[in-house]
Structure formats: structure tokens, C-alpha cells
């Protein structure tokens, strides 16, 4: 395990206020001075350029190269990176004196290297280029190191011993962008050299492969191993990553149709420039072997057979009509894609409210964050996110509950490390023992499925010791005087017995709260899903009221949302009982425009969720459904009460990139693009609406989601019916004329560098970093008085262990594309975590198989002993077919949000 320090690294560098306040000469050019300039970046402003080796402006200056020396007036040369700059300076950057040192320096640096390991180059690395400039070839003093094999064993990055000159930047990029902690540096002088963990190979340390040392490694002995030159692209473009919710924004390199290579965006608002494991590198499905590429329709004989597109859709259209016709449009369903576009999802709600007229339309939005959703909206009148990732810069205190957020959100993850290690308060609340909880000032080591209690507990502490914000609640929130009095029944020694959280802990959390908050509440899906999902939410929201944290910069509620577009998805209408930006079914004027841009008005009764579309379908009463991207085979709890209504569907019509569990029981398989090959938008956990561009073309014949539902229903509709879209952007167009109040102002030409966050009403609104400044939607925030139920899926004799179940860093979701990527050297297989105490008590050891059995099913994987975990607790990750990790997952649900529980399963282990 790392060791982290025990006092916070330096702070982020300084950025420079906007007004000069006097002038300086560099090499003769007067310069404005601003507050917080350095020499270097005020030269760099300037258009002068200093060399240096060992300095970034997203790193605290080293100082150590001393390349980046210059002459002021008579004193001795200085180190620019980290020397302020003051008014009336004259600077010298670059005079005959300073061209001998640095050529100096430049020969030592090299003597330390094998001959020729380093040449000067021009277009080369950064250090290969000053060595040209500087016309240093080959050492004065000799070369003293020794040659070694390229490091090649890590999947994804190469290391060159025989070009590292010690210069720290990977280090510093580890610690203060990533807060890894991989990299040191053993030896003195010239025997000075890089390590990275217990043995010489790469591949052992404890990198998280986020690339942050590559992007500043300035010689090449960091590389990627998909490293390439500019004159390898024959296409460059800016796009958003396809993974999770965060919504990094990526530079995509491609050539002859094949992605080479994927970077941060230095300057993005969502990631400063960071990626994780996925979003960098893991990008080789879209040209895997699997990929599906042509129409596929069932036969009369039970088999998919490839068919043309023209043929797909009129069977497609044919098949909708008949089955609407003759049962009904309530007959019919859909699930749109939280991997696809704002587009995609609009239109596809858009078909089946106004062509089919059915309001069973849902996401995966329902099996992950619909408990969030809809506990916000009832606590503040809108179910989004709050707050927005620059708050976590911001924070003086950050709270994370049921969030992993360094394996499922790395970038997030690493920016709350980095928000910590500076000095920002950190209490996590998960029951496994995560990364984070290494950086925390506390660490809530809940129960699983006490998440109400542990909340209840929270806020009676700071109730009862008058530790609540009075004026914030006396004018900005209603139901206190309820709450104070369900609290003061509760006991705090009964909470602290069912979360297993001792009192004295509890009493610190509470007073953390209310001395370094407001505060930054960050949540995950460990408080969605569970059977008290929305319970649990409205509990969280009751704190961040109580310590006045809504509304205001650097603090509020940030669920980290999983998909990369489920925001987004939720936001377009594929939800059953609201129509496209959260519009009431039943509202007049909603009504009345929808039928005006539509044709038809969407009908008035809420619709099916996924888990009633599918006991429909049991029932016989759902016959048709459309599955755009979801292998809800292998995502969905409940696998056999899944595959039984799927069998049972008279039309099963399935958008997919890869043959996928799903896929096989389709009637009708249509291939898709991913977000590599495709336009559109998507819509990040912060209500950021980004532009998602093409970086390559669609295998063969596969076709962005869009344009087969158009086509769908041009042919269900017929010509000039209103769905003759040429482009996405016309799609975004129509969406800011049914949802004014929230997408009136966004357009295409509005996304620019960093998107728009909605709401966004008018062309000239800028966006909505922070809800509610002023007012809720609903008037006052609602304090929720919700009482703690036992989770549904209890443990017994039988089945005495709990199951949690969740991601892993270097995989997402099912694993659809990331098993087609490297990742899967990195991590083969699903693992089943336990404590050791229980895994001797059953005599099962590290590695070996282990049966999971639950009420409703069971698996084999095998053993990882892990202290992170609870005795009496156990986590497998879901990320591989094989494992049929939601077969054991059962039917329960929240009774509100009908988010399935994943995270509370009571199950049975023993030797396979």
C-alpha cells in the first residue's frame, strides 16, 4: 500500500490576476508586471521563450535544470520558473554568458546518459531539440551510464532507462496532477536514477496509466506505446470521451481510419488535460474484429442473417405498425442509450411518443442514478447536480459517499485527492475501505445499506448541537421543525449500532461538517442503489441544507452520474412519467407545443419503467421493444427474469457496436457507431451539453443511432412528416424550441471549447455553473424526515455474507469495449474481494475459485483477500460476461425511483 505524506505538496501554481500593475524589460521588450508572475511566465506572455527541462506551467516550479537561468541588472544569474518577476526589472534571457552555462549544463546532463541513448534533433523530444539548439552532440566530460533494455512489459507505456535524466517531471506530474505517488528517485548525482515500485518492471508498480508523466516526460523515456509523429496523422480533431459521466474532452490523432492516438485537452474546463486508463488508451475496440458492421434480421428459421439497410428499416417500420396497430401503442417500449448521443435519445423518445404513442420510454439512468434524480427533484425542484467540477478546487470540504470515484471517475477521483492534499477537509462514506479513504479526514466505514441511518445520525449531531447553519435554513429551507423533532427520537447509540459507525466517530463527522463546510457533497451509485436509494439521497441533501452548502460557489451536491451521456439521456425525455427536460406529462402548454413541433401531442398517462417493461413482457402484454446500446442481459439485475422477457417479446430490436448478449436474442440487430465515428452531443454530470465530433468513419456499413431511428420513422411516417434531419445539429435546434427554459440558448455554434451548461434560456445566457444562487425551483429546499428500513435483502444463516457489486478502474460497465483493448492485460478477470479473516475461516485462499450463491442465483470467480473490505462483506466487479455477476443480483427495487438494489445482496460463499 502507498505511503501518503503526512504534510500536502505545494498548491497548484499560481495563475496571474488579469491587471498589470507596472512594467518590466525582458531582452529589451517592456512587459506588464501581474500579480503572481513568475520571470518565466511573464516572458512566456511576452511571446520570449526560455528553455527549460524541468518545468511546467501545470506543475509548482522545480527549479532544478537551472536552464531556464537569466542575468538581472548586476546580480548573479537567477532561475526564472520560480523567480517573481517585479516592476522595473531588466532581464536578460539569453546573452553569451547564459548560452555557455546552459550548453554546460547540457553536457553534464548527457555524461550521465549512454553515449547516443539522447541526439540532438529538431524535431525530436524537448531535450533532443535543445540539444541541437545548443549544438551539444556528445559529452565534453564522457559518458558514464550504461545501457539497458527498454522496459516494454506495461501494456500501455514504455519506459527508456537510457534517456531519463532524473528531472523530476514525471514525478511531480504523478503526485500533483494523478496523487499516485509512483515515482522516486534513488541514488545521488550522476548514479541518481528513476524507481517505480518493488521491481525494474514497469508493469509492477502502482501506476494507474493516466498518461500525465508521458505528456511531460521531456526526453521520451516515458512513452506511449502508441506513440506517433505528426506526420503519421492524416486527421486530428477535439471530441468528448466515451466512458464515464465526467465528460473529459479529448484531442483523437487518427489515420487510414484507425484512432493512433488520445490526449487530454490541456485547457478544458471538465479535466485540465487528464485522462484516466480508458479515456487515453483504450481505444482499440473500434477497429476490433468483433465489431458488427451490416443489418441483421431473424429469419423464419431462428437465425440473424445480414440484410441491407433499406430492407432492415422496412422491416423494422413494417413490424412497429403492425404491432401498434394490433395491441396498441402501450404494447411497445423502448430504452435509449446512455453511450449515444443527445440526438439519438431525443429522437428515439421522440418516435415512440409521437408515432407509436406510448410513454414507455426509460434508460439506464433507471438502474443507476434515477434514485438521485428524483430525491434532488423533490428536495430542490430540479434533479441534477447542483454544484460543478471546478467547486472541487473551491472546496474547503468535500464529502463522498458510495463513490469510488478514483476507479469509476478517476479524473474526478485525482482532482479530490489533489483538493485534499492541499488541505480541503475529506470525509468518505463507503463500507470498503477505497483509495480515497487513505486521503480522508475521516473515514465512515458504514454497514452496507445504512446509508439513511448513518445521514440521520449526521444530522441530529448537528441539530442537536446547534452546529446547522439557522439563517440558511430559517429563509431558504422548510420542514426543520419536523426534522429536529423525528431526530430527537432517534438514539444515537441505536444509529451507531446499525451502521456500525462509533458514536465518537459520528460526533467528529458532524463537527467537521459544520466548522470547515459548506461543503462539497459528492455522491455515487452506492447511495442510488440501494432499496433506500431516494431515502438515502434526501438524507445526504438533508446535510448539505443543514450547512448552507446549495446554491453557492465551491460547494453542493455533485453525484458523479456513471455513462458518459446519461445526463444527457435523462435530460432528453427517456424517463416515463416526463417528457423532454424534465416537462410534466399532463401540462397544457407543454401539450400544445410538443403537438405543434411533433404533429402530435405525447399521450398523457406515464408510461413503463424498465423493470415493469419487462414484467410486461413476462405478462405477455409488452411486445415489442427497442434496445439502443445496453446489453441489459449482462447489465440488468436479475438475469433469468431478464432473458425470459426478452424471449418472450414478439420484436426485439437492438442498436449495438458488438455481438452482445442482447444482440443474440434480437429480431432485428442494427450496427452502430461509436462515439469515435459519429456527431452529436453529450451531456456530462455537470449539465455540460459538449460536442462530440468525428474522428473516424463506421466500419462498413454501421451508422450513427440517429440516422436509423430518422429513417425509421420517415418510413413508419412517411416523407415531409418533420423528420427529415440532415444533421445533428438540426436535431439540438428543435430541442432549444421544446425546452426553452432550459436549452433555448444552445446551439451547435454556442458549444465552443468547453460546451454550455444548462440551463441555458437564451442566446445570450452564459450557462449555469451553480442552481439555485437565489431561490429554489420549488420556492424552499425540503428537509426530509425519512426513517431507516433494513435493506430487503437480508442476511440469514443461509446466506450470511453481503455482496457489493461495481466497477474497477481499468474497466466500464459490461466491458463491451474495454475486454477489446489492453486493458484486459491489465485486469483479465472479474475478482471477488473478501476480508482474510473470512476467506481462512472458509478455507479459501488468494486466487482460488469461490462460489457466490444468492436467493437468486449464483457464479464462480475467483478470490482476491483484501483488507479494503468489512469481514462479513464482500465486492465483485461486473465487467466480464463470463461471470454473470447480476445473475445473483435479485428482483428488489426502491419503492420510489425503481432503481434496482446492486449493492446490498445477501449471498452464500465456499470453495469452487
Request: neutral net charge; hydrophobic residues 35%.
Amino acid at each position: 500500500m502507498k505511503t501518503i505524506p503526512t504534510t500536502p505538496p505545494h498548491t497548484p501554481p499560481h495563475t496571474p490576476t488579469t491587471t498589470p500593475t507596472s512594467t518590466a524589460t525582458i531582452n529589451g521588450i517592456v512587459v506588464s508586471v501581474q500579480q503572481g508572475d513568475t520571470i518565466l511566465s511573464a516572458a512566456a506572455r511576452a511571446g520570449i521563450d526560455i528553455p527549460t527541462l524541468c518545468h511546467s506551467t501545470r506543475l509548482e516550479a522545480e527549479g532544478g535544470c537551472r536552464m531556464c537561468l537569466v542575468e538581472i541588472g548586476g546580480q548573479r544569474p537567477q532561475a526564472a520558473c520560480h523567480t517573481p518577476i517585479a516592476p522595473g526589472m531588466v532581464i536578460q534571457t539569453a546573452t553569451p554568458h547564459l548560452t555557455q552555462v546552459r550548453r554546460d549544463l547540457l553536457n553534464l546532463t548527457i555524461s550521465a546518459l549512454p553515449a547516443g541513448s539522447c541526439k540532438p534533433d529538431p524535431s525530436g523530444s524537448r531535450f533532443e531539440q535543445l540539444l541541437a539548439e545548443y549544438d551539444v552532440s556528445t559529452s565534453d566530460f564522457g559518458h558514464h551510464g550504461t545501457l539497458h533494455a527498454v522496459d516494454d512489459s506495461h501494456p500501455y507505456m514504455r519506459f527508456d532507462r537510457d534517456k531519463c535524466i532524473t528531472c523530476r517531471l514525471c514525478l511531480n506530474a504523478c503526485e500533483q496532477i494523478q496523487g499516485q505517488f509512483v515515482y522516486g528517485i534513488e541514488g545521488r548525482g550522476g548514479k541518481a536514477h528513476l524507481i517505480f515500485g518493488p521491481t525494474d518492471r514497469f508493469a509492477d508498480s502502482d501506476c494507474v496509466s493516466c498518461g500525465a508523466c508521458v505528456d511531460q516526460c521531456p526526453t521520451g523515456a516515458i512513452t506511449d506505446r502508441d506513440r506517433i509523429t505528426p506526420r503519421d496523422i492524416d486527421h486530428a480533431t477535439d471530441s468528448v470521451c466515451g466512458y464515464c459521466g465526467v465528460g473529459c474532452r479529448t484531442h483523437i490523432d487518427a489515420a487510414d481510419g484507425v484512432v493512433l492516438s488520445i490526449k487530454g485537452v490541456e485547457h478544458a474546463t471538465v479535466n485540465h488535460g487528464h485522462l484516466c486508463v480508458k479515456g487515453r488508451y483504450a481505444h482499440a475496440y473500434h477497429h476490433s474484429r468483433d465489431r458488427l458492421t451490416t443489418p441483421l434480421i431473424r429469419n423464419r428459421s431462428g437465425t440473424l442473417q445480414p440484410a441491407t439497410w433499406d430492407d432492415a428499416i422496412a422491416y423494422t417500420a413494417r413490424r412497429l405498425i403492425e404491432i401498434r396497430d394490433r395491441h396498441g401503442g402501450d404494447a411497445l417500449g423502448t430504452m435509449t442509450s446512455s453511450r449515444s448521443t443527445n440526438e439519438a435519445a431525443y429522437l428515439l423518445q421522440k418516435l415512440f411518443r409521437s408515432i407509436i404513442g406510448t410513454n414507455n420510454t426509460d434508460c439506464c439512468a433507471r438502474v443507476c442514478h434515477s434514485s438521485t434524480a428524483v430525491a434532488l427533484g423533490m428536495v430542490t425542484g430540479t434533479g441534477a447536480a447542483t454544484a460543478s467540477y471546478p467547486d472541487l478546487e473551491e472546496a474547503s470540504l468535500i464529502v463522498v459517499a458510495g463513490a469510488n470515484a478514483t476507479e469509476a471517475h478517476p479524473v474526478v477521483g485525482a482532482r479530490i485527492k489533489q483538493a485534499a492534499l492541499r488541505g480541503a477537509a475529506l470525509i468518505v462514506v463507503d463500507p470498503r475501505r477505497v483509495e480515497l479513504a487513505q486521503y480522508a479526514t475521516v473515514h465512515l466505514q458504514l454497514w452496507p445499506g445504512t446509508n439513511v441511518a448513518l445521514f440521520n445520525a449526521l444530522a441530529k449531531v448537528l441539530i442537536e448541537e446547534n452546529l446547522y447553519d439557522k439563517p440558511y435554513v430559517a429563509n431558504r429551507c422548510e420542514g426543520f421543525d419536523e426534522l429536529r423533532a423525528f431526530l430527537g427520537a432517534q438514539s444515537l447509540d441505536e444509529l451507531s449500532r446499525i451502521t456500525h459507525v462509533p458514536v465518537q466517530t459520528i460526533r467528529a463527522a458532524a463537527a467537521i461538517l459544520a466548522s470547515r463546510g459548506p461543503g462539497l457533497f459528492v455522491s455515487g451509485l452506492g447511495l442510488s442503489e440501494q432499496s433506500q436509494g431516494v431515502a438515502g439521497v434526501m438524507a445526504y441533501c438533508n446535510l448539505g441544507l443543514l450547512t448552507g452548502a446549495l446554491g453557492k460557489i465551491g460547494s453542493g451536491m455533485l453525484p458523479l452520474r456513471g455513462q458518459n451521456n446519461v445526463q444527457g439521456n435523462a435530460d432528453m425525455g427517456s424517463q416515463p412519467y416526463a417528457l423532454t427536460g424534465y416537462m410534466k406529462l399532463g401540462d397544457p402548454a407543454v401539450q400544445s407545443r410538443l403537438e405543434t413541433i411533433w404533429g402530435k401531442a405525447p399521450p398523457l398517462e406515464a408510461g413503463k419503467t424498465i423493470p415493469e417493461m419487462y414484467d410486461a413482457a413476462v405478462a405477455g402484454t409488452l411486445k415489442a421493444l427497442w434496445i439502443q446500446g445496453e446489453d441489459v442481459v449482462q447489465s440488468d439485475p436479475n438475469t433469468d427474469h431478464v432473458t425470459k422477457a426478452l424471449s418472450r417479446l414478439d420484436l426485439l430490436i437492438v442498436q449495438e457496436l458488438f455481438m452482445t448478449d442482447t444482440a443474440k436474442m434480437a429480431h432485428v440487430v442494427f450496427p452502430a457507431a461509436s462515439v469515435l465515428e459519429q456527431e452529436g452531443t453529450f451531456t456530462n454530470g455537470e449539465r455540460r451539453i459538449q460536442h462530440v465530433r468525428r474522428a473516424v468513419n463506421a466500419p462498413t456499413h454501421a451508422r450513427p443511432d440517429w440516422e436509423v431511428i430518422r429513417d425509421v420513422a420517415i418510413a413508419m411516417k412517411g416523407p415531409n412528416t418533420g423528420w427529415e434531419y440532415h444533421h445533428p445539429s438540426q436535431v439540438m435546434d428543435e430541442l432549444a424550441r421544446v425546452v426553452p427554459h432550459l436549452f433555448g440558448g444552445v446551439s451547435y455554434d454556442r458549444l465552443g471549447a468547453d460546451g454550455v451548461q444548462w440551463p441555458c434560456p437564451t442566446r445570450d445566457h452564459p450557462g449555469t455553473r451553480t442552481l439555485h444562487t437565489d431561490t429554489f425551483v420549488r420556492g424552499k429546499a425540503a428537509l426530509m424526515s425519512v426513517d431507516f428500513s433494513p435493506p430487503q435483502d437480508n442476511t440469514d444463516a443461509t446466506y450470511p455474507f453481503i455482496l457489493i457489486t461495481g466497477r474497477v478502474l481499468d474497466h466500464y460497465n459490461v466491458g463491451t469495449m474495454t475486454r477489446r483493448t489492453p486493458s484486459s492485460r491489465i485486469v483479465d478477470k472479474d475478482y471477488l474481494e473478501l476480508h482474510p479473516q473470512d476467506a481462512a475461516r472458509l478455507g479459501i485462499a488468494d486466487g482460488a475459485g469461490v462460489r457466490v450463491k444468492s436467493r437468486w442465483g449464483h457464479t464462480v470467480a475467483p478470490a482476491k483477500l483484501s483488507r479494503r473490505m468489512m469481514p462479513g462483506t464482500t465486492f465483485l466487479s461486473f465487467h466480464f460476461p463470463e461471470t454473470q455477476t447480476n445473475c445473483v443480483v435479485g428482483p428488489y427495487v426502491d419503492p420510489t425511483s425503481k432503481c434496482p438494489d446492486y449493492k446490498v445482496i445477501a449471498v452464500d460463499l465456499a470453495s469452487a
